[in-house]
């Protein structure tokens, strides 16, 4: 099983709808997690942080469940540009804070 | 000037050269990260280091080798170069010893081998 797992994509929306990524991990001991955007083959950028059980930041929600070992990104009202690459680590403490990534969710929101 | 600054950009290389990617970086951080990005797979670990002295393989070392040499400086070597190390890679950057930091990253450096 591979360390973080996430939805495959792509996920075509129309603007305007709510969309769902989720992101499973093996490590029971991952304390941090974060969510990046990243822009067609360009650098990840940081979305969201999350250090308790969910973490929001305007049309974004971040959502941890540790007992399900699973983090979901949700966007609501999409925009054009919010279709992207979205990638989670989680972080494990115990290993200085090493950053696995997923292997992303793809984006794609249609006019 | 960006924070995380990869050197080349782009670069060819043919099977079998050796080749060196730069990575320097004016944010202070401690922790520097190479990865590899290839379609599909997301980023992979290659190697990591949380000060200069300490030096971790990450998921996919083989065939790679990397230099601390300063705080600010990480570089990655493919000592001879194989087509399937065709990828991009990036560099990155974090503080603290809690983990509870975000990443930051430099442009990337898109490799092909020939």
């Known amino acids: 099983r591979k360390e973080v797992e996430q939805d495959p994509g792509p996920f075509n929306v129309p603007e305007g709808a709510t969309v769902a990524f989720n992101c499973t991990y093996s490590n029971s001991a991952s304390q941090s997690f974060f969510w990046y955007r990243q822009d067609c083959r360009k650098e990840p950028k940081l979305l969201m942080s999350?250090?308790?059980s969910g973490n929001e930041d305007g049309r974004f929600t971040a959502q941890l469940n540790r007992a399900s070992q699973y983090i979901s990104l949700l966007i609501r009202d999409s925009k054009l540009s919010d279709s992207a690459t979205y990638l989670c680590?989680?972080?494990?403490?115990?290993?200085?804070?090493?950053?696995?990534f997923g292997q992303g969710t793809e984006l794609s929101v249609k006019p | 000037d960006a924070d995380v600054t990869q050197t080349p950009r782009n670069r060819i290389t043919k099977t079998g050269k050796r080749i060196m990617l730069e990575c320097s970086q004016t944010?202070?951080?401690?922790?520097m990260y190479w990865y590899r990005q290839d379609p599909g797979l997301g980023l992979r670990l290659i190697y990591y280091s949380f000060d200069v002295k300490d030096i971790n393989k990450g998921e996919i070392s083989d065939g790679y080798s990397v230099s601390r040499q300063a705080q600010a400086k990480f570089s990655l070597s493919l000592e001879s170069a194989i087509p399937n190390q065709t990828a991009l890679y990036f560099c990155a950057t974090s503080m603290g010893a809690s983990g509870n930091t975000e990443a930051f990253f430099g442009q990337g450096t898109r490799l092909t081998v020939v």
């Open positions: 944010k202070g951080h401690d922790r």
């Open positions: 680590a989680p972080s494990q403490r115990e290993q200085g804070g090493k950053l696995i």
């Open positions: 999350v250090y308790s």
